[in-house]
């Protein structure tokens, strides 16, 4: 408990925010659900942040912490995710919001706490039977040993390629109008986000490039593999990273009272599913109009409907306009 409330403190300084956006208790929270993992911690935090955000509150509690958790990774998942720090101001949150996701995931070993029973249970003591786990299928090609060396593969699926390995990936993608998004995700959300996607399965790096027919093809350099849902299942520990392309001019995720081309890109997107002619003019505001535009969005893509223009929230809106964008579907497949 004690170590991750340093890591978030530590982070929140990072991102020139105050160890005060977090009450006690809600460390306390991220620690009981993440159990120290760092890239649950920050997507938990992540989420809590956005939360704070969207109910004009200046402090993350507990409640706001279980409410993330419960989003990112649904009411019965394993593992929780982290919460995101929250800034005294709502301008103040959202920049430290938008710093907190691009700093470098750090690694933060989770302690491991022994529980000893102050006598044997007896013979006749009733025990819970858990579901046997599924052995991992093995796989007949290596994969990489770090996640940044698997961005090469990705960035390829982008049509563009890096020789600078010692860069980080990720400040790499922004140069070109691209972002990092790292996510604790199911294969079924991997399926509905439809991007080619980093995971990690046993304990090295694929991309998984493709889906067809129930088939999924996973690379890592030249080499290439088929496998079953349920051989990808049994390998994959649920943790995804992948790109998405940003509108112009893009910071932090919008919300009202916004303006600038983000704005303008996001009212030519909605004209666009809407089935309207794009406008001619620029200059919008995010106002009450078109905070519910984004959410009834939001409701048809089915996600949350918070009204807020977040990483995912782009993904789908940049699926009207699909044209140099890789997908795990081809258009056939609908």
Not at 212 to 234: K, P, R, Y
Request: proline fraction near 7%; hydrophobic fraction near 40%; charge should be negative.
């Amino acid at each position: 408990s004690n170590e991750t409330e340093a890591y978030i403190t530590h982070r929140l300084a990072i991102a020139h925010g105050q160890p005060e956006l977090f009450t006690r208790s809600a460390m306390k929270s991220v620690y009981r659900i993440s159990t120290g993992i760092p890239r649950v911690i920050n997507l938990i935090c992540d989420r809590a942040l956005l939360g704070t955000y969207a109910e004009h509150k200046q402090q993350v509690t507990p409640r706001i912490v279980s409410r993330a958790a419960n989003e990112v990774l649904g009411p019965r998942r394993a593992i929780a995710k982290p919460i995101r720090i929250v800034a005294v101001a709502a301008a103040v949150l959202l920049t430290i919001t938008a710093v907190w996701t691009l700093l470098p995931t750090e690694v933060f070993t989770p302690r491991v706490t022994e529980i000893a029973t102050s006598e044997p249970a007896s013979a006749t003591t009733s025990l819970v039977q858990t579901p046997p786990v599924p052995v991992p299928a093995k796989l007949s090609i290596r994969g990489h040993a770090s996640a940044s060396d698997a961005y090469h593969d990705l960035f390829a699926l982008w049509g563009t390629s890096f020789d600078d390995k010692a860069s980080n990936p990720c400040e790499l993608a922004t140069a070109i109008g691209l972002r990092c998004l790292e996510s604790i995700a199911t294969l079924p959300e991997l399926r509905e986000l439809d991007r080619p996607v980093i995971v990690q399965l046993n304990t090295e790096y694929f991309t998984l490039k493709q889906i067809l027919d129930g088939t999924l093809t996973v690379i890592a350099g030249s080499d290439q593999l088929n496998l079953t849902q349920a051989e990808f299942e049994s390998n994959y520990n649920g943790i995804a990273q992948m790109l998405w392309r940003m509108p112009p001019a893009y910071q932090a995720p919008l919300k009202k009272n916004d303006r600038g081309a983000a704005v303008d890109w996001l009212v030519t997107q909605l004209d666009m599913i809407d089935g309207h002619s794009p406008p001619i003019e620029a200059g919008f505001t995010f106002n009450d109009s078109l905070e519910e535009r984004v959410r009834d969005f939001q409701r048809r893509a089915g996600l949350s409907p918070n009204g807020i223009v977040d990483p995912v929230t782009w993904i789908h809106l940049n699926d009207v306009e699909a044209m140099s964008i890789p997908t795990l579907y081809s258009r056939d497949q609908g």
